[in-house]
């Protein structure tokens, strides 16, 4: 049974909790959590890039010269792509990227990118300070008495308020989301996961289906 170092509110370590093996007993398929960044990332293109094609610059009305005669080259429109000015020959038009991806993808995605990070002890439980309002200070100082304020950390809880996120966002590399909506590619761009009990609680509810 894999297990996961459990630290206070302090920073300091207070034992070791057991994971579940339906989440954390899997065995990683990294090709489908590949397949699953790469279609997340996809996703996430807007697709509004475009350029202007030879019918859509100014000019290409009257032959800039007669065809024989003039020593030149021939030529038909000012707008030609091989001239300055001219229209852009294959460029990019507005599009979508779009790339639907099964949900058993999903899932092994995520199950996987879980399993790696508790295997390589990077997976925390994490009791997060109780404040009544934002103190980006609190949590920085959590992050260093457990001596992750250089590292990329994702903090994952379940209705702890608007404090934390507000606390978090100021902390370059830090990171923090409600528990149920995490995703295979918020796991694999962080270095450690912290996770607070409600939070393991909600992943276990929603995942450990």
Known sequence: MAKAKVYNSSGGQAGEMDLND????FEPKKYQVHQY??????NQRQGTHSTKTRADVSGGGAKPWRQKGTGRARAGSNSSPIWEGGGVAFGPHPRSYYTKVPKRIKRNALLSMLATKAAEE???IVELPEFEK??????YGLLEAMELADKKVLILDEDGGAQFPLSCR??????YKRARLV????LARSEYVLVT???????????AK
């Open 197 to 207: 009990r409600k939070g393991m609680q909600s992943i276990e509810e929603v995942f």
């Open 183 to 186: 995703n295979a590619y918020d």
């Open 122 to 124: 990077k997976l925390l």
């Open 134 to 139: 934002p103190s980006t200070k609190t949590i």
């Open 170 to 175: 100021n902390i370059p590399k830090v990171e």
């Open 37 to 42: 960044v790469k279609a997340h990332l996809a």
């Open 22 to 25: 339906k989440l954390f007993g």
